[in-house]
């Protein structure tokens, strides 16, 4: 398949096809055009992009898929009937044999507990907890993402003065701050795996449930502690509120979590550019049938701030 997944999040722009190329206008008269020839997928995000006919003829006649984004959550897919179904790729999906999918969701249970271990050092570099959560988080035990969550979460509260701080999805005040800016992952994680040609629904581990994604939520479980850091900066920078609420001053916050920089391999990338990476990478492993491929990202020595 073709290389490039092309995001297009200009608040206004026109999108159109000339001479095999993709050309998009911004409202400023800004034009930008790259061949369709090596573009693999269109994710647009923009809030009020148009689309002409003839570039849905052309992206169809180069297998080009187009995913349609609303705040940011794909919402529609277009492909062309040639694309309409991987059938080598669902098969492998399907098909993946249990020592794999083992070993590939306890790659990614790794490097979650890692960078957990690594945030908590920099949030609070002298709890004495911090031991515990190193031995966990490099234990591959049964309760090794279990008990590690547990050691991060009251060292990331204590660092907050929140001592009382339970995570639950339904619990409030941080929490909300929290599953606002997991839903701002977990779509920028869809958009990757649309991108590629992954089928969300074929996940390594999460419980297949009606309309989930199992796969996003497997992928995304690395990068949930760039989200955790992220709101504990905004709660440092607002430590008088007696409860955070998901205000449009925090959803700005929170919603530049994709385009920021982080380290991947001595670079400073996007953290969409690294999740596409690491979902690549992924789908590597399933249609190889090999776990080498996979390597989800850590934030290893690197500082947090950029």
């Known amino acids: 398949m073709s290389y490039h997944i092309v995001n297009i999040d200009s608040p206004k722009c026109s999108l159109s096809c000339r001479d095999g190329q993709l050309t998009c206008r911004s409202d400023d008269g800004e034009v930008r055009m790259l061949p369709l020839e090596d573009i693999a997928s269109i994710i647009i995000t923009s809030f009020s992009a148009h689309l002409h006919s003839h570039l849905l003829l052309e992206a169809a006649k180069h297998g080009v898929a187009l995913i349609i984004c609303e705040s940011f959550k794909p919402v529609s897919i277009l492909l062309p009937a040639n694309r309409a179904t991987d059938t080598l790729l669902t098969r492998a999906q399907v098909d993946l044999e249990e020592p794999l999918r083992r070993e590939l969701w306890q790659r990614t249970v790794d490097a979650k507990c890692a960078n957990q271990l690594s945030l908590a050092t920099e949030l609070a570099p002298e709890d004495p907890r911090l031991g515990a959560l190193a031995h966990w988080a490099a234990a591959r035990h049964p309760t090794q993402e279990a008990t590690s969550a547990k050691y991060f979460w009251a060292i990331l509260a204590s660092s907050l003065n929140e001592p009382s701080f339970e995570r639950a999805r339904d619990k409030g005040g941080l929490n909300n701050l929290?599953?606002?800016?997991?839903?701002?992952?977990?779509?920028?994680?869809?958009?990757?795996?649309?991108?590629?040609?992954?089928?969300?629904?074929?996940?390594?581990?999460?419980?297949?449930?009606?309309?989930?994604?199992?796969?996003?939520?497997?992928l995304m479980e690395p990068f949930r502690p760039r989200v955790d850091w992220r709101v504990a900066q905004w709660v440092r920078q607002n430590p008088d509120a007696e409860s955070w609420e998901v205000t449009p001053e925090y959803r700005q916050w929170i919603t530049a979590l994709p385009v920021e920089k982080i380290s991947h391999h001595g670079r400073q990338l996007q953290l969409q550019g690294v999740l596409e990476n690491t979902t690549r990478g992924f789908r590597r492993a399933v249609l190889e049938q090999t776990p080498n491929d996979y390597e989800p990202w850590t934030q290893g020595n690197s500082k947090w701030a950029g």
Do not use: M, W
């Not at 994680?189 to 996003?216: M, N, S, W, Y």
């Open 178 to 218: 929290l599953n606002y800016g997991y839903a701002v992952l977990l779509s920028t994680v869809l958009q990757k795996c649309f991108g590629v040609g992954l089928d969300p629904t074929f996940g390594i581990h999460h419980a297949i449930r009606e309309r989930a994604t199992p796969l996003a939520y497997d």
